[in-house]
T-cell receptor
Framework: AQKVTQAQTEISVVEKEDVTLDCVYE???????LFWYKQPPSGELVFLIR??????QNEISGRYSWNFQKSTSSFNFTITASQVVDSAVYFC???????????FGGGTRVLVKP | DGGITQSPKYLFRKEGQNVTLSCEQN?????MYWYRQDPGQGLRLIYY???????QKGDIAEGYSVSREKKESFPLTVTSAQKNPTAFYLC?????????????FGQGTRLTVV
C-alpha cells in the first residue's frame, strides 16, 4: 500500500520569509512519480511539479524549489521569499508507474501574512 | 480552452435525497476520477474510470454511484446511503496508466446536506 504523510497541517509566515513543506512517502514500488499540487481558495488543484523516482536532481522554478531524497523517502517543497498569493493548501501526491490512482497527503495550509 | 467543468459549484441536498454532480472534460482524456475532500483533510478517491463503459471503486465508494457512457462525461451520484455526504467533491482526468503525467482537476462542487 502507498502512503503520503504531510506532518505540518498549517504554517504561518510573514511575507518574504522562506517556508518549507515536508512530504514523506511510503511505497514498495521501485518506479513511481511524486507530485505537488496547490489548492488556492477557489478550490481547484493546480499542478506544480512531477518527479520520477529515478531522478533525484533537485529542481528550481522561480521562487519554488524541490528537494527529492530517495534515501529518506522525502520530497520537500520550499517557497523562497513568500508572497501573500502563495497562501493556499499544498498537497503532495504519489502514483506508481503504470498506476492509475494518485495517493494524496493530508495537505499543508500555508498562510502568508503581509 | 481545454479543461474540466464541474457543475454546480454549490449544491444543497435534503436528507434522503439522491443528487448528481456533473463532470465534463474536453481534454480527450481516457481516465477520469472523483475525489472527496473533507475540511482540513486530503483527497480520497471515490471512483475512477480508465475507459468508456468501465469504472472501478476507489477507497470510499460506499453510498456513491457513477456512470461513464461518454468519454467526456463522468457524473457522480451521491445516494441516500451516503451517511455523511457534506464535503467538497473534485473531478479529475488524465491520460491512462503507463502514460500518466498529471491529473487535471475541475473547480469542485461543494455539497451540503440541509
Amino acid at each position: 500500500a502507498q502512503k503520503v504523510t504531510q506532518a505540518q497541517t498549517e504554517i504561518s509566515v510573514v511575507e518574504k520569509e522562506d517556508v518549507t513543506l515536508d512530504c514523506v512517502y511510503e511505497t514498495r514500488d521501485t518506479t513511481y512519480y511524486l507530485f505537488w499540487y496547490k489548492q488556492p481558495p477557489s478550490g481547484e488543484l493546480v499542478f506544480l511539479i512531477r518527479r520520477n523516482s529515478f531522478d533525484e536532481q533537485n529542481e528550481i522554478s522561480g521562487r519554488y524549489s524541490w528537494n527529492f531524497q530517495k534515501s529518506t523517502s522525502s520530497f520537500n517543497f520550499t517557497i523562497t521569499a513568500s508572497q501573500v498569493v502563495d497562501s493556499a493548501v499544498y498537497f503532495c501526491a504519489l502514483i506508481k508507474a503504470a498506476g492509475n490512482k494518485l495517493t494524496f497527503g493530508g495537505g499543508t495550509r500555508v498562510l502568508v501574512k503581509p | 480552452d481545454g479543461g474540466i467543468t464541474q457543475s454546480p459549484k454549490y449544491l444543497f441536498r435534503k436528507e434522503g435525497q439522491n443528487v448528481t454532480l456533473s463532470c465534463e472534460q474536453n481534454l480527450n482524456h481516457d481516465a477520469m476520477y472523483w475525489y472527496r475532500q473533507d475540511p482540513g483533510q486530503g483527497l480520497r478517491l471515490i471512483y475512477y474510470s480508465q475507459i468508456v463503459n468501465d469504472f472501478q471503486k476507489g477507497d470510499i465508494a460506499e453510498g456513491y454511484s457513477v456512470s461513464r457512457e461518454k468519454k467526456e462525461s463522468f457524473p457522480l451520484t451521491v445516494t441516500s446511503a451516503q451517511k455523511n455526504p457534506t464535503a467538497f467533491y473534485l473531478c479529475a482526468s488524465s491520460i491512462p496508466r503507463g502514460l500518466f503525467t498529471e491529473a487535471f482537476f475541475g473547480q469542485g462542487t461543494r455539497l451540503t446536506v440541509v
